[in-house]
């Protein structure tokens, strides 16, 4: 296995709270700029480059969906923009300010300020009931005992859950765990909340009702998202989707976006290195891989068109496919045109058609 070998940003034991500074909705609130992360490892499978070259921009109260294979980046890119980890190289803008470039108790403050975590689960210290667990960020940035806790129930009331207030996150059902989470995350009012698959863990209908919140939030208070998502239900309601693979953003969906025909509807990115990757389903309609020329180009446009007689494949003509059974679990993938599998969630491969 990968060694661990992560920076993670020391929290200095006592900070104050500052006043919430003005929303300048001009900057977006959060701004990637060509983030890379490489894991080291001892091993002799190498480093693993984890994001490569990977550039977004989010603006104030939009909702963005992050979806993509297991392993194509999404929970890393998740941790570097809420500056829970350093990225190896690359910028990130939270408000405005690069955050890759201040330490500290200033550091500590910007992302008080701005950004809060929801995961998947293990959001909650266990030891600490929900009441207490919603009023520690405040704790944290410096609020007296009584004032967050005060605070902290009004929070639990407005979503419902007050009456859980002395419960122990051990006897908290999934979807209201991931409701004190919630709590937890809106109590120090963040401009954005980057959650990594918030509803992954929790029954359809508990998932449902979270998604309905953070819709509320949004609606609401303005608060912008960062989801990283499975669910169709969230990819709906975001104002787009952006589809992550190999560490780098390979396409853009719009709202309102049917999952079963993403091929015809995605906007394909091409990075400041010039770089397009295709997701597989687009490569494989393409007709595999292979030598283009470019027919015609001018600013903003360009076509290509396949050079006939100079396939590029190793032996034969072979065309490349995405893979009609899983090869982790066999699950029968049909007509779908999924990338990830629906039962096992291993990644679909692009095999030969022979
Ligand atoms: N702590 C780590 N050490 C080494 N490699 C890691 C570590 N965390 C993730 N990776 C590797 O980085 C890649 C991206 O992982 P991750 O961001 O968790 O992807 P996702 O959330 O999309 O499944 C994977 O190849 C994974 O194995
Ligand atoms: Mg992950």
Known sequence: MAKEREHIVDEPEESVLTEVESVNSDVPVLEARNLYHIYGSNQEDGNVVALRGLSVSIDAGEVVAVVGPSGSGKSTLLKAFGGLMKPSAGSVFLNGQNMTRITGQDLVRLRQDTVSFIFQEGNLLPDLNALDNVAQPLRHAGVRAREARRRAMEMLDSLGIADRARSLPSTLSGGEAQRVAIGRALITDPKIILADEPTGALDPISGRRIIDLFRDLNEKRGVAFLIVTHSKEISSFANRALELRDGRFIAQHGNDVDD??????????????????LPPDVLATLGGPGRFEINDLDRDNIYLERVLSERITVEGNVQMILAPVCPACAFDYADSSDEECPSCGSSRPMVSSS
């Not at 079963?260 to 400041?272: C, G, H, N, Q, V």
């Open 260 to 277: 079963e025909d993403l091929a015809s509807t995605r906007e394909l990115l091409i990075d400041d290195t010039g770089t397009m990757s």
